[in-house]
């Protein structure tokens, strides 16, 4: 087994190498959580909107609801998706389990309230502030709803990004769903977790690296775009 | 132009809110060729009034009808004291008014550069709406406004935030607006704005209309205790 420092200088020397087998596990980890989250966006986006305009019965408890979901434990959601597409489960005979498709309907589930409570928050901010010029435009509630997504568009960028850092990032609800086979579901943080109980530092922390610099990046790009937006936009 | 909504008949209304009634059973009848300016201390229900006149509330009690018909016309805006506008440009702003109208879109972008060119802010067209002044905001909501060619404009104290300036440039262009056939229904408690801009003075005490007259009645010698003493108190020197 190799040093500590040893291993971080194979670490920097596999992200170099462009090392096949890291570079498939990246790409696995971006693929799964870019389209978790692009199903997440497609469904938290109008969810929370229609939250932040509607008013129905059962509104303020499905607004709690929502906000505590954003905190869902990812090994809970790992659960919940196996069991349903276990071969005696409600989805069995998609046959899903244990491939990157189970992957992203987990992270999908794990990222939809987040994204679905952040754009409501925004939204209903935006609605207090545009709701009676709207309407004296004559607006409808569905129209409005459309609009105040538009007009938001920068901090609803925002959280997608949160989404996707959070999908990124976790680990239980892949490991469950994904079973973390070399090569076929194998993501970042599966690695980091299976690589770091074998001994084998420099891949872990190879990977390590890689996720750490993915969420400052997607920091530093949502922070350049509300600055870049204030600028152009107020 | 369409056919006209006017008269404009409130019937009664009252409004409550939170076991507080705001507005209590005002009545008025006012037609489309005078301006009326609904004058009152803070509190009285001066905005209250008007958004139920405007549709943005509903009356808890009586009956608003546009020229005998109880639908709420389309041939009407408002401009309100804080103007909000899109995260996009002047004429992006002026145009969704239009699109929501229906309009298409060759059009919608014609007619709102005209209007930007009648508040003078077309060279301002592409700048975003948000970033200019308190002024020009308040002069580009004019714009999205008289765009739409109401037969009505509610302004709800249009100029209680701008600066003097400001306050002039939007003042003109109300004039201009009403000076194209449009009526003006305006709330202020700048009783120097009252006496430039109305025909009409609605005088409202907690939630009750307690003079209903001309102008320059009403500035000569108001006949209610309330109007006299509020005069009394926006200008104590007289």
């Given at each position: 087994?190799?040093?500590?420092?040893?291993?971080?200088?194979?670490?920097?020397?596999?992200?170099?190498?462009?090392?096949?087998?890291?570079?498939?596990?990246?790409?696995l980890s971006l693929q799964v959580s870019l389209s978790a989250v692009?199903?997440?966006?497609?469904?938290?986006?109008?969810?929370?909107?229609?939250?932040?305009?509607?008013?129905?019965?059962?509104?303020?408890?499905?607004?709690?609801?929502?906000?505590?979901?954003?905190?869902?434990?990812?090994?809970?959601?790992?659960?919940?998706v196996?069991?349903?597409?276990?071969?005696?489960?409600p989805l069995g005979e998609f046959g899903l389990l244990f491939t990157p498709g189970a992957m992203v309907v987990a992270q999908t589930v794990l990222t939809a309230p987040l994204i679905a409570?952040?754009?409501?928050?925004?939204?209903?901010?935006?609605?207090?502030?545009?709701?009676?010029?709207l309407r004296s435009l004559g607006a409808s509630t569905p129209r409005a709803a459309a609009t105040l997504l538009w007009d938001a568009r920068i901090s609803l960028f925002t959280a997608i990004l949160a989404g996707f850092g959070r999908a990124a990032a976790e680990v239980g609800a892949v490991m469950i769903v994904g079973g973390n086979i070399d090569g076929v579901t194998r993501v970042m943080t599966t690695t980091i977790a299976l690589e770091t109980s074998k001994g084998d530092l420099p891949l872990a922390l190879a990977l390590g690296f890689i996720?750490?610099?993915?969420?400052?990046?997607?920091?530093?790009?949502?922070?350049?775009?509300?600055?870049?937006a204030a600028r152009h936009y107020g | 132009m369409s056919a006209s909504i006017f008269p404009l008949v409130v019937e009664d209304i009252s409004f409550e809110h939170g076991g507080q009634r705001i507005i209590d059973?005002?009545?008025?009848a006012v037609d489309g060729r005078v301006r009326t300016v609904i004058l009152g201390a803070n509190g009285a229900g001066k905005?209250?009034?008007?958004?139920?006149?405007?549709?943005?509330?509903?009356?808890?009690?009586?009956?608003?009808?546009?020229?005998?018909?109880?639908?709420?016309?389309?041939?009407?805006?408002?401009?309100?004291q804080r103007p909000v506008m899109l995260h996009t440009t002047a004429l992006k702003n002026v145009a969704y008014g239009l699109k929501l109208a229906g309009l298409p879109r060759r059009r919608r972008i014609e007619r709102a550069q005209a209007a930007l060119e009648r508040v003078g802010l077309a060279y301002l067209a592409g700048r975003p709406a948000r970033v200019l002044s308190g002024g020009e905001?308040?002069?580009?909501?004019l714009a999205r406004a008289w765009a739409l060619e109401p037969q009505v404009l509610f302004l709800d104290e249009p100029t209680a935030s701008l600066d003097p300036g400001s306050t002039r440039e939007v003042e003109k262009v109300i004039g201009e607006i009403v000076a194209s056939g449009c009526k003006i229904v305006m709330t202020t408690h700048n009783l120097g704005q009252a006496r430039r801009l109305a025909d009409d003075v609605v005088f409202l005490h907690e939630g009750r209309i307690v003079e209903f007259t001309p102008a320059d009645v009403f500035f000569r010698m108001p006949r209610s205790p309330e109007a006299a003493a509020f005069m009394n108190a926006e200008l104590p020197w007289r």
């Open positions: 087994m190799d040093t500590i420092p040893a291993s971080f200088g194979t670490a920097i020397a596999l992200i170099g190498a462009l090392d096949a087998k890291l570079l498939q596990i990246v790409l692009l199903f997440a966006s497609v469904i938290g986006l109008p969810l929370g909107a229609a939250i932040a305009v509607g008013r129905f019965p059962g509104r303020q408890a499905l607004t709690v609801v929502l906000n505590g979901l954003m905190g869902l434990p990812s090994v809970v959601v790992g659960l919940l196996y069991l349903l597409l276990s071969r005696a489960g409570a952040l754009s409501r928050q925004i939204v209903e901010d935006a609605w207090r502030e545009l709701r009676e010029q996720l750490v610099g993915l969420i400052l990046a997607v920091n530093a790009v949502a922070y350049t775009t509300r600055q870049w | 059973r005002v009545s008025l905005s209250v009034l008007m958004r139920l006149i405007h549709g943005l509330l509903a009356p808890t009690g009586g009956r608003i009808t546009w020229c005998g018909r109880a639908e709420r016309p389309r041939e009407q805006a408002m401009v309100f905001q308040q002069r580009l909501a």
